[in-house]
């Protein structure tokens, strides 16, 4: 760095040289005094540090030697930075560094590859230095180990049998030599760990003596016996291991109820020589009985529940109440209720959405990590690409055309850097990014290539975000699949679906012009939204290529790699949305405008899925995906090639459906009625005219009065059966009413008709009705009926097209909390239409309830909610006249909902009849 480092009790203060004085603040009297006296005080908060400039002089003091590490790292990150290192004093900002939650996680998985592998990773000292390296220096202060886990066949075996050898059991696991081998060399990345500020923490995903997947279950021990191993292996463990932080026990698909851990672990942990943290995971275990190991091992238990199911997607927590046909611990059921016994740590599962290209965007993850507070949460344990895949590079054709990483820490070095500093600081400033970008691309181009990566990050989680297959990681694997075929999409659920608008919800809310049918993210919004990310990724590549030679650096050569596959599967994944809602369009009016526009940008997809394809041919090799396109393939790895015939399914289910469409023997009309459309533009106006033979005429007028009908014959287009008119712009202006007619002797037709188009019933289940979505459903279908009813169709030119502004305006808890007070300010220029709030309770197993807000004067609504010791979350949804309408908060921008804690009954918080409390932007209310 054009710098020496020497002992600062030596430094000559005189000239401009900087002199760095760091230290614990707490051993260093001096040194605290120095701080103090310039008015900065040092944080009590574990991990946290101070800095304060007085050139040439930068004293640093950590609360901590983990803070006063941190504190090295950000000067020597300034230095980095400075133009001019002899003013790197001035360069650096007094003030106090707190890290923003206790827990900073990451979450490999130790593979039973790597082990039986004597020159694997797990076994480099290479590897775990520069994988340590980066960790500490992105401020993780737990690597989170959970283990064993096979690549092929998926099945997770018991740790212990690879480390350990039982006095009471000698025959159980792999052979002694071979588990001392293991252990040591795991004891050695603890101790390496610790010299970085890093704890560490061993979950067991099995308890079984299983060794592998071809082991027969039938060849268990008892439960005694096997309880007894645990105890004993959860004993050794502690006491071989000195420096392990944290041990825990997979619950749910162990084949073991929740009474055999409590039995086993603690038994081992209170015969060992020293007391360490225990976890669990929340999955697929009973609430009341994992709440029942934490009682019996109160305040050093940590219980890790998933943060979005096993995918990542939305930077907040998504599935707020239980998900159709999803087991409820995808979510957090109902963990955050107070009292507990038990910290919340975020498993935050992003293995699943994020399996091969790479990703960065610190806006994503500050959302992310202020989210993480949620619950109370203590922190996160977050998964890397390489959770469930090899540590090296198993996709590319030829991996030494790609010299920049040996290990994918290597390659993802800016995915665990935006992780873990936006988990210690959500406000890390963008020059951050910069800086490491320049290190590695130039100053000339880093912003460019920083620009590329933040933008081409984009495009996956909103993919999976709206497509949303399920929350499994087995469910989805959105950069490798195509999604199913068009029937599939239209019938998807969205990851939150109580803040994006389905498909198939879109076309009702479409087809009765409800007035919030934009107060969630529609299919047409996140198709433009998937497009805009790619280009501006394409653009800002342009940038860069114009100062850095791709042929020189094959870490930028392969970015441009990834960059095409990307932009073809946003295209791919825009058009299919897009098809598919014209498609559900179709289904509900047998109209053949939208199926012609449903294979228009069918073939649109198509065509984007092959340049897929042609660049995985040319610069990848067969990919290893075993959770979940196996299924489609048969074996363990693929090519998107390989998965391109299914995209036939599509073209059958159109022909299925236009022939469906066309059955019959009634004349009729057929169309997709426009209620609101741009004012001062042409309107193109459709008619399917069926079993007549004879051209419509559209019959147009001013709506309300006795205007003269406008009679235009309608032109045929390039498909059967389809006619069109465009209305002139000149008439495209406040209302219109409108009625299609066609007549060929005594065959005539008319649209509207006056009665309703037979649809097929609903078909519900269970799940429909516990959470109101038959009803819904119904409902909507039948003002749909009731459009269909009318003489004629009113169009609303649409001269306003702005969206209300609601602004939170106060909450208070009234009647000892009993009652939740919202009150909010919507502001529209024009009239409002509706003002909705939606609420719940925070478990999850409660569905969302919608009610009007009550007018209390310039602009302000406000309603009472009930209220009670588990919390709410709520939002506001407005429409005005115009059917412009909002979410108040917006997921694009911010998590959409607030909410007020949970909090222990027996110690209430509110005892008072009115307590007004503080709206925060990402924390809930304080």
């Known amino acids: 760095m054009g710098m020496s480092v020497v002992d600062a009790r030596n430094a000559d203060p005189r000239g401009?040289?900087?002199?760095?004085?760091?230290?614990?603040?707490?051993?260093?009297?001096?040194?605290?005094?120095?701080?103090?006296?310039?008015?900065?005080?040092?944080?009590?908060?574990?991990?946290?540090?101070?800095?304060?400039?007085?050139?040439?002089?930068?004293?640093?003091?950590?609360?901590?030697?983990?803070?006063?590490?941190?504190?090295?790292?950000?000067?020597?990150?300034?230095?980095?930075?400075?133009?001019?290192?002899?003013?790197?004093?001035?360069?650096?900002?007094?003030?106090?560094?707190?890290?923003?939650?206790?827990?900073?996680?990451?979450?490999?998985?130790?593979?039973?590859?790597?082990?039986?592998?004597?020159?694997?990773?797990?076994?480099?000292?290479?590897?775990?230095?520069?994988?340590?390296?980066?960790?500490?220096?992105?401020?993780?202060?737990?690597?989170?180990?959970?283990?064993?886990?096979?690549?092929?066949?998926?099945?997770?075996?018991?740790?212990?049998?690879?480390?350990?050898?039982?006095?009471?059991?000698?025959?159980?696991?792999?052979?002694?030599?071979?588990?001392?081998?293991?252990?040591?060399?795991?004891?050695?990345?603890?101790?390496?760990?610790?010299?970085?500020?890093?704890?560490?923490?061993?979950?067991?995903?099995?308890?079984?003596?299983?060794?592998?997947?071809?082991?027969?279950?039938?060849?268990?021990?008892?439960t005694r016996d096997l309880a007894d191993y645990t105890a004993e292996m959860a004993t050794k463990m502690i006491d071989s291991v000195p420096d392990l932080w944290m041990l825990g026990f997979r619950i749910g698909e162990s084949g073991r109820p929740e009474e055999f851990f409590r039995d086993s672990y603690i038994r081992g942990v209170n015969n060992a020589t020293r007391r360490v943290n225990l976890f669990t995971r929340s999955w697929l275990a009973n609430p009341f009985h994992t709440r029942s190991i934490a009682d019996a091992y109160p305040g050093r238990f940590y219980i890790e529940i998933k943060y979005n199911g096993e995918q990542l997607g939305l930077p907040y927590h998504a599935m707020t109440s239980n998900r159709k046909g999803a087991a409820p611990s995808y979510t957090w059921e109902d963990y955050t209720n107070q009292p507990r016994n038990y910290k919340i740590l975020w498993q935050i599962r992003s293995n699943g959405t994020h399996r091969l290209f790479r990703w960065g965007d610190p806006e994503f993850a500050s959302r992310t990590m202020k989210s993480v507070r949620f619950g109370k949460g203590a922190g996160f344990s977050m998964e890397p690409m390489t959770s469930y895949y090899p540590m090296t590079d198993h996709f590319h054709k030829d991996p030494s055309q790609f010299d920049y990483f040996t290990w994918d820490h290597q390659r993802n070095w800016f995915w665990y850097m935006v992780w873990g500093r936006m988990a210690y600081d959500p406000n890390t400033p963008e020059t951050v990014w910069l800086n490491r970008f320049t290190q590695r691309f130039g100053k000339a181009a880093a912003a460019d290539v920083y620009d590329t990566v933040v933008h081409m990050s984009r495009i996956v989680p909103l993919i999976y975000s709206y497509r949303c297959i399920g929350p499994d990681h087995r469910n989805m694997a959105p950069e490798y699949e195509t999604g199913g075929s068009l029937f599939d999409f239209m019938n998807n659920t969205p990851l939150d679906f109580h803040s994006i608008r389905a498909i198939d919800e879109f076309v009702r809310w479409t087809l009765f012009d409800g007035a919030l049918r934009d107060s969630k993210l529609g299919p047409f919004e996140t198709a433009d939204l998937l497009e805009r990310h790619a280009a501006r990724a394409a653009a800002a590549a342009e940038r860069a290529k114009s100062v850095l030679d791709s042929e020189k650096n094959s870490e930028f050569r392969d970015l441009l790699i990834e960059l095409d596959c990307l932009s073809a599967l946003a295209h791919y994944y825009s058009n299919k949305i897009r098809a598919a809602t014209h498609f559900g369009f179709f289904m509900q009016t047998n109209d053949l405008a939208d199926l012609a526009k449903a294979r228009e940008f069918t073939a649109k997809a198509h065509e984007s899925w092959d340049k897929l394809s042609e660049t995985g041919e040319t610069h990848y090799g067969q990919i290893l995906d075993t959770l979940r396109i196996r299924r489609f393939v048969d074996k363990p790895t693929f090519t998107w090639r390989e998965l391109q015939p299914s995209l036939q399914k599509d073209i059958e289910e159109m022909d299925k459906a236009l022939e469906l469409a066309l059955a019959g023997t009634e004349p009729a009309i057929r169309h997709h009625p426009i209620y609101r459309a741009p004012a001062g533009e042409y309107l193109r106006i459709t008619a399917s005219v069926l079993?007549?033979?004879?051209?419509?005429?559209?019959?147009?007028?001013?709506?309300?009065?006795?205007?003269?009908?406008?009679?235009?014959?309608?032109?045929?287009?390039?498909?059967?059966?389809?006619?069109?008119?465009?209305?002139p712009k000149e008439?495209?202006?406040?209302?219109?009413?409108?009625?299609?007619?066609?007549?060929?002797?005594?065959?005539?037709?008319?649209?509207?008709?006056?009665?309703?188009?037979?649809?097929?019933?609903?078909?519900?289940?269970?799940?429909?009705?516990?959470?109101?979505?038959?009803?819904?459903?119904?409902?909507?279908?039948?003002?749909?009926?009731?459009?269909?009813?009318?003489?004629?169709?009113?169009?609303?030119?649409?001269?306003?097209?702005?969206?209300?502004?609601?602004?939170?305006?106060?909450?208070?808890?009234?009647?000892?909390?009993?009652?939740?007070?919202?009150?909010?300010?919507?502001?529209?220029?024009?009239?409002?239409?509706?003002?909705?709030?939606?609420?719940?309770?925070?478990?999850?197993?409660?569905?969302?309830?919608?009610?009007?807000?009550?007018?209390?004067?310039?602009?302000v609504y406000r309603i009472d909610l009930p209220l009670t010791h588990e919390g709410i979350m709520y939002n506001i949804k407005a429409a005005d006249a115009w059917h412009n309408a909002t979410a108040w908060p917006w997921l694009l921008e911010e998590t959409p909902y607030r909410w007020i804690d949970a909090w222990d009954p027996a110690a209430n918080p509110y005892d008072s009849r009115k307590v007004r409390i503080e709206p925060d932007l990402y924390w809930g209310h304080k």
């Open 731 to 859: 008439h495209a202006t406040g209302q219109i009413e409108y009625y299609i007619d066609a007549q060929k002797g005594d065959l005539k037709a008319r649209y509207p008709s006056g009665k309703p188009l037979k649809r097929a019933a609903g078909q519900f289940d269970i799940e429909d009705y516990l959470y109101n979505d038959a009803k819904n459903i119904t409902n909507e279908l039948k003002r749909i009926d009731k459009m269909e009813k009318q003489k004629y169709v009113t169009v609303q030119f649409m001269e306003d097209t702005a969206r209300p502004v609601v602004t939170l305006q106060d909450v208070e808890v009234l009647d000892f909390g009993a009652t939740a007070r919202i009150t909010v300010k919507v502001r529209d220029d024009s009239a409002l239409k509706e003002v909705k709030i939606a609420y719940k309770p925070l478990p999850t197993q409660y569905p969302w309830i919608e009610k009007d807000m009550e007018p209390a004067g310039d602009a």
């Open 691 to 727: 079993r007549i033979g004879a051209k419509p005429v559209l019959h147009y007028r001013p709506a309300g009065g006795g205007a003269p009908w406008i009679e235009k014959a309608m032109k045929p287009v390039d498909f059967e059966n389809l006619f069109e008119y465009y209305i």
């Open 16 to 222: 401009n040289n900087p002199v760095v004085i760091l230290d614990v603040a707490h051993g260093n009297r001096r040194l605290k005094a120095i701080i103090e006296d310039a008015g900065l005080q040092i944080p009590e908060t574990p991990e946290s540090f101070v800095l304060y400039s007085k050139p040439p002089f930068i004293y640093a003091a950590g609360t901590d030697a983990v803070g006063a590490m941190y504190a090295a790292y950000e000067i020597a990150e300034r230095l980095q930075m400075a133009e001019n290192p002899a003013f790197l004093a001035s360069s650096v900002p007094s003030g106090a560094h707190t890290p923003a939650m206790e827990i900073r996680a990451v979450n490999p998985f130790f593979h039973t590859d790597a082990f039986n592998d004597p020159e694997s990773w797990y076994y480099d000292e290479k590897f775990w230095e520069t994988y340590l390296d980066e960790l500490s220096y992105d401020r993780y202060n737990l690597l989170d180990i959970h283990a064993m886990y096979e690549l092929i066949s998926t099945f997770f075996p018991n740790c212990y049998l690879y480390m350990l050898k039982s006095d009471k059991f000698p025959d159980v696991g792999i052979d002694a030599a071979q588990a001392a081998k293991n252990l040591e060399t795991f004891k050695k990345i603890v101790a390496m760990a610790k010299e970085r500020g890093i704890r560490t923490s061993l979950m067991s995903y099995h308890a079984s003596w299983r060794l592998t997947s071809a082991d027969k279950e039938d060849m268990e021990p008892s």
